[in-house]
């Protein structure tokens, strides 16, 4: 009998709970007070259209951002290097800190490291307003390694910033003491475009050709906007605008993007212009072949160089290493500075004896 009663009880008391839900549920409390207007802008436009300036009926925002995700910035897990040093360039976190503090390193690894991108280069939802486009640095930079400081002009000085060599250990001087290498990736790093555009930074080893004074010859006023972010003829999602890529396929095929370039040279079919890149590749093939029989690289490029096993070489020696590394990790064939490219290529396998 208690059981029955106790079983009474507590049905009595669920029914009275879905009662007093179902009663809560239908009344409403007062409404909060409204929130502030937003503030209309100093031109006079209404708060509100404030947003619509980026976030409107357009795709330019889609389109933008599907170049992006061809880039290389976002491709090839190049923000996964989040240490210190490498944070500065390769992730979002990293760039922004070191714009800020003026130095060469993050203050520590960064966690949860995102890759370059919009807000990386733009101020976004800074201002709310047309300055968002804008970006974060057009400054001239210093380089790390070439002593000169570069000036492009506008927003190709963004990308100096990172596209430039880093500060070689040991550094080579002419006449100066034996060099020794300890790394097996000895060279300025995998970006010096800005170095090779501007002219400075090889190791300039007399010869019969002469270099050219730094920041003289007609790509670096062209800078890197010109043709890297130059419109392909079939659409711009794997080459040009914010993919910043030269090359794209096309039915099948590798097609150059030479949109950026047939402004200056009207006849220009193809990147390898009065056979430049051939002739850069020719040298550089020379290079590599002296160095490999001399035991300095592998087939493969490395430097063959360890802490246990230092490869101990003349400055000179040590020099036409760096010349070789730079214009390979150049990856222009020539084009981001053709004088100075030939030059470099051409004095150093002539100190070489051949």
């Known amino acids: 009998m208690k059981k029955n009663i106790s079983m009474i009880s507590l049905l009595g008391g669920f029914a009275l709970l879905i009662a007093g839900a179902v009663l809560l549920s239908s009344c409403e ?37 599907q170049q992006t995700l061809s880039s290389h910035h976002l491709t090839g897990g190049n923000y996964g290097r989040n240490h210190t040093d490498c944070a500065v360039c390769h992730t979002h976190q990293g760039f922004i800190e070191v714009q800020a503090t003026g130095l060469l ?86 970006g010096p475009q800005a170095n090779t555009l501007w002219g400075v930074g090889g190791y300039e080893i007399e010869g019969s050709k002469s270099y050219p004074a730094p920041g003289t010859h007609a790509h670096a006023n062209a800078g890197c906007v010109m043709c890297h972010m130059a419109e392909v003829p079939y659409g711009g999602v794997t080459a040009g605008g914010h993919t910043f890529n030269m090359t794209y396929e096309y039915h099948g095929s590798t097609e150059e993007n030479i949109n950026g370039c047939v402004g200056c040279h009207q006849s220009l079919e193809e990147f390898d212009y009065n056979d430049l890149q051939t002739e850069v590749e020719g040298l550089m093939a020379q290079i590599q072949a002296i160095m490999v029989t001399n035991g300095w690289l592998t087939e493969s490029g490395s430097v063959i160089a360890s802490s246990g096993t230092p490869l101990v070489l003349s400055p000179d020696e040590a020099g036409a290493i760096v010349n070789f590394k730079t214009m390979e990790e150049d990856r222009s064939h020539g084009i981001h500075n053709p004088v100075y490219t030939v030059a470099l290529l051409t004095n150093t396998l002539e100190s070489l004896g051949k």
């Open 29 to 65: 409390g007062p409404a909060g007070p409204p929130g502030l207007d937003g503030e209309d802008g100093e031109d006079g436009r209404d708060a509100n259209e404030t947003c619509i300036i980026c976030h409107n009926a357009e795709v330019v925002l889609l389109a933008k951002q």
């Open 105 to 190: 390193e993050t203050a520590n690894t960064i966690d949860d490291p995102a890759p370059i991108n919009c807000r990386t280069c733009h101020l976004i939802h800074h201002n709310y307003d047309e300055s968002d486009w804008g970006l974060v640095t057009t400054s001239a930079v210093d380089l790390r390694h070439g002593d000169a400081t570069v000036d492009l002009g506008g927003s190709d000085n963004l990308c100096v910033n990172c596209h430039q060599s880093l500060a070689l250990n040991p550094l080579p001087v002419p006449g100066g003491a034996d060099v020794s290498i300890v790394s097996s990736r000895y060279g300025p790093h995998h």
